[in-house]
Nanobody, 126 residues
């Protein structure tokens, strides 16, 4: 059974930075792409960023491109989301997720992810 545990959320002022972490266990971490998604109150869950198993390919939503960076440390079974220049509209619960297919490219398609963390709250004040 795959387990994903996010950490690093919190309250930050607009323009500030946070780094989210997602620790994975339960299968060979480096074989699978990982994704970050977020869900704001009253809105649907949306794609934020994804990274391939080897960490070579990354993919971002237009709304975060240039401000957020996804990375991974396969030796630590951990994926990160560095968030800079945060805006109030980035306020949401952030989730990490693991792709169902080994050796797949990073993808924004939510149905491709079969394991999800519990989420971590990010609040950006104006």
């Amino acid at each position: 059974q795959v387990q994903l545990v996010e950490s690093g959320g919190g309250l930050v002022q607009a323009g500030g930075s946070l780094r989210l972490s997602c620790a994975a266990s339960g299968r060979t971490f480096s074989n699978y792409a990982m994704g970050w998604f977020r869900q704001a109150p009253g809105k649907e869950r949306e794609f934020v960023a994804a990274i391939s198993g080897g960490g070579v390919r990354t993919y971002y939503a237009d709304s975060v491109k240039g401000r957020f960076t996804v990375s991974r440390d396969n030796a630590k079974n951990t994926v990160y989301l560095q968030m800079n220049s945060l805006k109030p509209e980035d306020t949401a619960v952030y989730y990490c997720a693991a792709d169902r297919q080994p050796a797949a490219q990073a993808t924004a398609v939510m149905s491709r992810y079969d394991y999800w963390g519990q989420g971590t709250q990010v609040t950006v004040s104006s």
